[in-house]
Structures are given as C-alpha cells and as structure tokens.
C-alpha cells in the first residue's frame, strides 16, 4: 500500500483561499476523490473553495495556473487509467511536469491528487470511495493546505540574507 508511512497532518486552513481543479473522466473515482478534497478542506476550516471542472487530467495544469494567480493553495485532482497505448504515459508525465510547473512558478502550492493506475480497481482503492483503502483526494488538499500554511508562517529574508 502506498500510503505507508504517511505523516498524520492536521492543518488550520481558515483564512485560506483554496481552490480544487478536477478532471471529468471516471465520474465514480473523481466524485471519491472530489469528496475527499472536501472533507479534508472541511476538516481544516476552509470557509470557501473554488471547484472547478476540466475535461481530463491534461487540462489540469493549465486550470491551476489560472486559479493559483489568486488563490493560497490548488488542489488537482485526475485519474488516468493504463490503456493499450502510449497515450497513458504521455498524459501522466503532461499532468506531473505542468502541475510541478505551475507550483514552482507561481509559489503557490498544487496538491498533487492525480491517481495514475494500471486498472479501474486500483483507482477505486485509492479514491476514498467506501471500501476504499485509500483517499488520495483527502491527501491531496490536506498536503496543499499544510504548504499553504508553512509558505505563509514562515519568516521571509530579503535578498542579501541568508536562512
């Protein structure tokens, strides 16, 4: 199980702005993870996310480029289901590359909830469904929500300091 060894996380998200980007294909898993997302975001006191909905998981990193222009943290949340061609790899590595992009380049923290599976099955354990044994949508916001949160307690230093 992947989720082994994962840190237990409590975040205080009040006062945040959040906003959750989420693919549309494979309704069943993206309606556990979008769940998640919600409950973690629900847990930590998040007044407000903006959900926004995209085609697939290719869309996602262009959505949170836009939304992380005025928001403290992004969730992105997608499911790609190996396939008999090439197409699964180019898509994961798109999503990975462009969501890693877009949080170095803007500063702002991307909750990476992308499941990348090799059958439906697996993205089912992974998507807080009942009888789950994973919620990788939960992970994904609870994970933006302590960046978000350290990036913003953290002291700055001018340029010409050091840490």
Known sequence: MSGHGAPTVQVDGRGLRVAVVAASWHEQVMD????????????????????????????LPVAAARLAADHDAVVALGVVVRGGTP????????????????????????????????????????????????????????AALATARTLRDAPRHTSGEHA
């Open 32 to 59: 556990g993870l979008l769940a998640g997302a919600q409950r973690s975001l629900d847990d930590a006191g998040v007044a407000d996310a903006t959900v926004v909905r995209v085609p697939g998981s290719f869309e």
């Open 87 to 142: 197409h699964f790899d180019y898509v994961c590595q798109a999503a990975t590359i462009g969501l890693t992009e877009v949080s170095v380049r803007t500063g702002v923290p991307v909750g990476f909830g992308v499941l990348t599976c090799d059958d439906d099955q697996q993205a089912l354990d992974r998507a807080g469904l009942p009888g789950s044994s994973e919620d990788k949508g939960y992970e994904a916001a609870t």
